[in-house]
């Protein structure tokens, strides 16, 4: 058996060493028929499927050209799938600052999503503890620390644990 194994290994290393380049374009293409991609996202899959660099930024470029790439459309639909998913803007700020995104793309994406992160808050809490006053300290500091880690800010994550008014409800009135 062990033999086999062996064997299999060194036939796929001889069919990997015989497979033509890939075309980036293509690949790039591929990807992102299945979901948005930053473009920092592509060039790093592009490598690690070892595509030429220099190819794989023409390519990039031609894709963002064409209107297939676009970092400010892929940080909207990003921010508007996490803002669903119960996450807070915190963390979806971090999470797009990974994708070499500037601030002013980061800025724009949270505003798109036209979220009321207050009321976000508030309906995580409801749902995770559902009937609950949330009187007890401990039941309330685990629905804290619960907000904070989905990337609630403090204002709102004590206001929704308290079941109070969030900042922007108070500059309403």
């Not at 028929?33 to 899959?45: A, D, G």
């Not at 794989?56 to 998913?85: K, M």
């Not at 979220?115 to 007890?136: N, S």
Request: net charge positive.
């Amino acid at each position: 058996m062990r033999m086999r194994r062996q064997q299999f290994g060194n036939e796929t290393d001889d069919a990997a060493a015989e497979k033509p380049p890939i075309d980036p374009y293509q690949k790039a293409l591929g990807m992102l028929v299945r979901r948005e991609h930053s473009r920092r996202e592509l060039k790093r899959k592009l490598a690690d499927h070892g595509a030429d660099p220099e190819r794989s930024e023409v390519a990039l470029d031609r894709l963002a050209e064409l209107g297939y790439q676009d970092d400010d459309r892929f940080a909207r639909a990003l921010a508007r799938t996490r803002a669903a998913a119960g996450c807070g803007p915190q963390r979806i700020r971090a999470e797009l600052g990974t994708h070499a995104l500037n601030a002013d793309q980061i800025a724009a994406a949270l505003e798109a999503c036209e979220t009321d992160w207050f009321a976000a808050a508030r309906e995580l809490v409801a749902r995770r503890y559902p009937g609950h006053k949330l009187t007890d300290p401990k039941q309330r500091r685990k629905a804290i620390d619960f907000l904070l880690r989905r990337g609630f800010d403090h204002a709102s994550t004590f206001a929704a644990v308290s079941g109070g008014r969030s900042a922007a409800d108070d500059d309403a009135f």
